[in-house]
C-alpha cells in the first residue's frame, strides 16, 4: 500500500516500453523488407544486367591480326611475302627517364630525330604500360648493338613481327604495288573493325586490288583486365574462358598471278634504264605474262615502316615519276600503231580493197585546202597497195583511208576493240584512253567553234594522232585481239586464289568480252599478212627487229608525237631536246601462224619506234621462247 | 517488485558448466557467438577484399581482440557505476570535442582527431556513447514519458554534440549521434501525436537543409540522385557498387573470385564498401546471411533491453541496438544505392578500429545490464 502513489509507475513504463520496442520490431522488419528487396531486384531481377556490365568490365576484347597472302608468279616464284622482323619498342611506365633513354639511342644511332617524332605521336594515343613501336624494322647489325646497350636500357624492348617483304626488289613493283602504314583515309574506304589489329594496308597494285582477299579475318582474344585497362594473370575458370573464345584470325588467301616473274625482270632490263613501258600477254586467255613500267622503285621501303618524309617526297618529285605506272595510267597517242586497225575499218566498210593503190608523194591535202599533212618519207612512197601502206607505215595512204571512212566509221570499229575504255584489268588506277568522235567532241570542249568535229582531225585520226590516246596496255590487248582475229579476253594478274590452311587452289576462268565481228574473216588474214610483212620483209619497219628469229613474228611500230612540228620546220631528232622526242612504240603478236603472245614496248622519247623498241620486243621475245624451249 | 522473467534465471548451480564461466565473466553467450561470427566473417571477406594481404587480416584481428577486452572489461562494471559516470563521460567529450574544433589536428581536410600526445582519436566517437547516456541518465528517475521541460533539456543535450559534429564536419557521424538520441527519446515514450507533428515539420525542413550542406555533401546528393549523370566521377563508386553486387547473383562468384573487387573496378572495398565484396562473391545468400546475423545482435540487444532491471538500462540499451541497426541500414542503403553515399562503414566487418572499439564498449554495456541483474528469490 505503501506503493499505491509512486512517483514512478514502474510497471507502466515497462508496459509503454514494451510497446515502443514493439514499435522498433515492426520498423526493424520493414526496413530490412526493403532492403531485402533492394538486393533481390539487384541480384534476381536485373542479375543478367548487371552480370553484363561486370563481364564487359573486366573483358577486353584484343584483335589479332590476320597473315597476310603471299603472291606467287605463275611458276610458284613469291613475289610477296610476309617475314619475321624485329622491332624496337619501347615500355614507358618502365622508363625513369625517357628524355635519358631516347638520348642514348639517338647515340647508338638506332633511332633518329623523325623516329623520335613519331614516337611521341604514337605515345600519346597508348597506356603507360602498353608497348610503343620505337623502330620497325632493325637489321642484324643494329640488332647486335641494341643487344650488347639493352642492360642501359630499361624498358627498351624488342619485339617480332611479321613484315610485307618482296624479294624481288623492285621488280614488278607497278604490278605488286605495296602496302604502308596504314592512315586514316585508308580506313575511311575499308571495314574499320576489321583493321584493328592491322598495322598496314595495300596501297597500290594487286596489293591494292586484291586488298580483301589478301588481309583475311580478324581473329581476337579476350584479356582479364583491371579498372586501369592493365592485363591481369586470369585463373581457374575465367581461363578457361579466355582461352575457349580465343577467335583465331583466318589468314589472306594466296595469289597466284599470271606474271612470269623472269620474263618480267627480262623485259625491265631490256629497257637498258630508259622510261618506258613493255606488255606481254598471252593471247589465249588475256593472262598478263608481263607488265613492265620503269623506272621503279623498291616497295621494301614502304612496308618496313621506315621511310622518311624526305625519301617519299624524292620520290613523288623525281622528274621520272617512278611512281607512275605508265603501263596503266599512261595515256599516249597509239600513232601508227592504230594504222592496222584503221585499215580493218577500210576492208569492212569497204572503203579500201585488197588491191586498191594510192600515189603518195609524200604529202596529202584535203581537197580545196592547202594544209599539207606530210608523210614521215619525205619524197612519197609512190604507188602503194594497202599492204604496202602497213609494212612501210606510209601515212598518206591512211590520210585518204580515214578521208574516205569519216570518223563515225573509224569510232565504230576502234570502239569494237575496246579503244577509249579500261580493259578492266585487275589494277587500280587503269586509264581509259581516248577514243574521239563527234559527240566527244561536242561534249568535251565548251567553246562553240570548238565543239565541230573538223576534217582535218579525222585525217589525223588515221595516223594516230590528234586527240586518240592510249595506255600501252590497252595497245597491247588490241593487238591480242588482232593476233586472235576478233577474240577478246579480259587482261588478268591472277589467275588463281590459294587457300593457306587447306591448300586448295582455285583457279579463276579467263573472262571473255564481246568479240569483234567482220563481215569476212579474210580481212583478218590481209592485216595479219601485212603484219607478218612488217617484221619479215626488209622493206618492212621491223625488219631488224626479227632478224634471225627463231619464231615468225607480225608487228607494228609507231611513234608518238610529244611535241608538234610546225608546218614549214623540219623534224630533227637531233636538235630537238630529249624531253620532246617522239615516244617510239612498237607492237608484236607471235608466232605469226598460230597466235599465242602479244607484245608492246613504249619506250619514251625514244625516237623511231622500229629502232627504240622493236630490239626489246626481240629481247623479250627470246626469252619468253628460251624458257619455253630450253 | 515483481519480475514476472524472474523464472527465466536459473541460479548459478543449474548452470552448464560453460555458462557458469560466462556467468562468472558477466558475459551474454548468444550475443557474444553472434558478435564473434561477424566479426570473423568481416575477416574472412577483408582478405579476399584487400587483396589477400594477409597483414591487413592480421592488424583487423588484432583491433577486433582490442574491442573485445574493450567489451569484456565494459561488461565487468556493474550498471549503477555507468549511469553515475555517464553526465561525467558527456562533459569530457564535449570538452574534447570543443578543443578539436579550437585546436584540432586535421586529417583529411576536415578536423575530427583529438591529439593527445601518444594517442590520437575523434571525440565523436566518444559521443557516439555519451549522449545516449547522458539521455538516459536524465530520464532515468523521470516519470516517463517526459514532459517538456525534459524534452527541452534532451534537446539540447543532443543537439550541441550533433552540431559540434556536423562542423567538423562529419555528417554522418553527427546524424547517427543525433539519431540515437532520438530513438532513445522515441524508447522512453514519446507521444505519437508529438513524433507525427515534429516528423512532419523536418521533412517539410528537409529542403532547408541543402543551404547549409557543403558543396560535397551537395554533390553526394545528386549523384544519389542520378549516379548515371557522371558515371566515371562522382557517380563511378555508386554504379560500381550495384554492378558488383547484382553481378553477384543468388549464389555469389565465390570467396576471392569477385571480379569488380579484385580488379579493383570498385572503390573502398575493404572499408565502406564492403559490403558489396560480400554481396559479389557470396550473392543474395550471403548477404541476407550477414543480414540475418546482424538482426540477431539487434534483437537479443533487445530483448536485454526489455528485461533491463532499470529505466536507464531500458533505454541505454534499446538505443544502442536501434543506432546499431541504423548503422548496418545506412551502409547496407548506401552501398545499393538506396541512400546517398555517406561515409559510414559496415560495423564488424568494414576495416578500421576506432568505430569497432566503440561498438563493442556499447555491447559490453549490454552485457553488464544483463548479467548485473538483482536475482530475486521467488
Known sequence: MLYREPLKDTWAEQRLFNNR????????????????????????????????????????????????????????????????????VLIPEQVSDLEGTLERLTELKLIDEEQKQRFFKRKRSKRSFDAVPLRYRLNDEELARLSVHRHELPGVDVQAALVRSYPL??????????????SESDLQRVEASRYAATSHIGKNGIEHHYEKRLHGEPGNRQLLVNAQGREMDAKGSTREELVRNRKEPIPGSDLILSLDSELQTTAESALEGRRGTVVV??????????????????PNRFSAGGMSNEEYLALQNDADKPLFNRALSG????????????????????AVTRGQSILCEGYYSIPGNEHRYRDWKKEGHGVTNMHDAITESCDVFFYMLAMELGIDRIHAMLADFGFGEPTGTDLPNEKSGLLPSRGWKRDAFSRRSDRIWFPGETVITGIGQGYMLATPLQLTHFTATMATRGKRFKPRLVTAFRDPLSGETTEIPPQELAPVELSDDRHWDDIHRAMGAVMNTPRGTGWSASLGAAYKMAGKSGSAQVFSVGQEEEYDEEEIDERLRDHALFVAFTPLENPQIAISVLVENGGSGGRAAGPVVRKVLDAWYQGQNP | MIFSEAEQFRPYRAMSFPGRILRKLC?????????????????????????????????????????????????????????????????????????VLVTGASGKGVQRWLDLGLIRFQPAEI?????????????????????????????????????????QPDLGTALLICASGILLVLLAGLSARFILLTGGLAMAALPALWYFMLDYQKQRVLTFLSPEADPLGSGYHIIQSKIAIGSGGVFGKGWLNGSQAHLEFLPERSTDFIFAVLGEEFGLLGLLSILVAYLFVVGRGLYI?????????????????????????????????????????LPLVSYGGTSMVTLMVGFGMLMSFQTHRKLLPT
Open chain 2, 127 to 167: 559521443m557516439k556513447l555519451a549522449v545516449p547516456m547522458m539521455a538516459a541518465w536524465i530520464l532515468h528517475d523521470r516519470r516517463l514519458p517526459p514532459g517538456a521541460k525534459d524534452l527541452l533539456k534532451l534537446l539540447v543535450i543532443i543537439m550541441l554534440p550533433t552540431i559540434l559534429i556536423a562542423r
Open chain 1, 331 to 350: 595515256n599516249y597517242p597509239p600513232g601508227s600503231i592504230v594504222k592496222p586497225f584503221i585499215a580493218l575499218a577500210g576492208l569492212e566498210y569497204r
Open chain 2, 305 to 345: 533491453a526489455v528485461h533491463g532491471q532499470d529505466t536507464y538500462s531500458r533505454l541505454l540499451a534499446g538505443s544502442i541496438s536501434l543506432t546499431f541497426f541504423v548503422y548496418v541500414f545506412v551502409n547496407a542503403s548506401m552501398v545499393t544505392g538506396l541512400l546517398p553515399v555517406v561515409g559510414i562503414p
Open chain 2, 27 to 99: 558475459i551474454d553467450g548468444p550475443l557474444l557467438i553472434a558478435l564473434l561470427l561477424l566479426a570473423g566473417a568481416g575477416l574472412f571477406v577483408l582478405y579476399s577484399a584487400g587483396g589477400q594481404q594477409t597483414d591487413l587480416v592480421v592488424r583487423q584481428l588484432f583491433r577486433v581482440g582490442v574491442a573485445l577486452t574493450a567489451l569484456l572489461m565494459v561488461a565487468q562494471i556493474p550498471p549503477k557505476y555507468l549511469r553515475m559516470w555517464s553526465p561525467w563521460l558527456y562533459l569530457a567529450g564535449m570538452i574534447m570535442l570543443i578543443l
Open chain 1, 281 to 298: 600477254i598471252d593471247v589465249t586467255n588475256g593472262d598478263i605474262l608481263a607488265l613492265v613500267s620503269q623506272p621503279g622503285f623498291d
Open chain 1, 21 to 88: 520496442i514493439v514499435w522498433a520490431l515492426t520498423g526493424l522488419v520493414l526496413l530490412t523488407g526493403l532492403l531485402a528487396s533492394r538486393l533481390i531486384n539487384l541480384q534476381v531481377v536485373e542479375y543478367q544486367r548487371y552480370a553484363d556490365l561486370s563481364h564487359g568490365n573486366r573483358i577486353r576484347i584484343q584483335p589479332l591480326a590476320p597473315t597476310r597472302g603471299i603472291i606467287f608468279d605463275r611458276n610458284g616464284v613469291v613475289m610477296a611475302e610476309n617475314l619475321p622482323a624485329y622491332q624496337m
Open chain 1, 169 to 182: 626488289g623492285s621488280s614488278a613493283v607497278h604490278v605488286l604495288g605495296y602496302v604502308g602504314a596504314l
